[in-house]
Antibody, heavy 114, light 109 residues
Framework: QVRLEESGGDVVRPGESLKLSCKAS????????IHWVRQAPGKGLEWAAY????????NYGDSVRGRFTISRDNSRNTVYLEMNGLRVADTAMYYC???????WGRGTTVIVSP | QSALTQPASVSGSPGQSISISCSGS?????????VSWFQQQPGEAPKLIIY???NRSPGIPARFSGSKSGNTASLSISGLQPEDEANYHC?????????FGGGTKVTVL
């Protein structure tokens, strides 16, 4: 069964750091790029970051560039999102999704609160 | 990376047809045939229903269709069903990034 499963969400203070994980199963993980997409409460979807299948190319949305780092470990079938300098505005459900966005995880919740 | 523009809400009665617009620019929708549409039920992850402007994902009923003209894409639902009540999001490739719309709430009256 093709599956993505996020973990690592938590409640943190502004300025703190957090690292999310996205574990894949049921498909050839190393053949696909992976995105992180987030959704603030009651809001639309926002693309945050992308990592190419080989891990050698990354790109970021304007609101997270310079603070977030996406990486992957193909030996562990896992993509990571390291988030530094967190802001209240980063509060959201964070989803990982396949390169074509046809497979989504269930999300992990990040709350940034003073 | 400006967000795409969608109407906040659209409604229709069962059996009717509705359309949701997604307005972008010559840097995203107008530049690439890479528009996707997602259906999201409350409390659930988004589900891809249309990709590359017009292609339905496996298992998606034929009443869902996508189109594009210039910088605007559209999702049409014909023969609206109660289970179609959900939030719908458009997205487009935009160079080295992806942009989403703000989402449209579809209500079946």
């Amino acid at each position: 069964q093709v599956r993505l499963e996020e973990s690592g969400g938590d409640v943190v203070r502004p300025g703190e750091s957090l690292k999310l994980s996205c574990k894949a199963s049921g498909f050839d993980f190393s053949s696909y790029g992976i995105h992180w997409v987030r959704q603030a409460p009651g809001k639309g979807l926002e693309w945050a970051a992308y990592v190419r299948k080989d891990g050698n190319f990354q790109n970021y949305g304007d609101s997270v560039r310079g603070r977030f780092t996406i990486s992957r470990d193909n030996s562990r079938n896992t993509v990571y999102l390291e988030m530094n300098g967190l802001r209240v505005a980063d509060t959201a459900m964070y989803y990982c999704t396949s390169g074509l966005m046809d497979v989504w995880g269930r999300g992990t919740t990040v709350i940034v609160s003073p | 990376q400006s967000a795409l523009t969608q109407p906040a809400s659209v409604s229709g009665s069962p059996g009717q047809s509705i359309s949701i617009s997604c307005s972008g620019s010559s840097s995203d929708i107008g530049a690439y045939d890479a528009v996707s549409w997602f259906q999201q039920q409350p409390g659930e992850a988004p589900k891809l229903i249309i990709y590359k402007v017009t292609n339905r994902s496996p298992g998606i009923p034929a009443r869902f269709s996508g189109s594009k003209s210039g910088n605007t894409a559209s999702l049409s639902i014909s023969g609206l069903q109660p289970e179609d009540e959900a939030n719908y999001h458009c997205s487009s490739h935009a160079g080295n990034s992806t942009v989403f719309g703000g989402g449209t709430k579809v209500t079946v009256l």
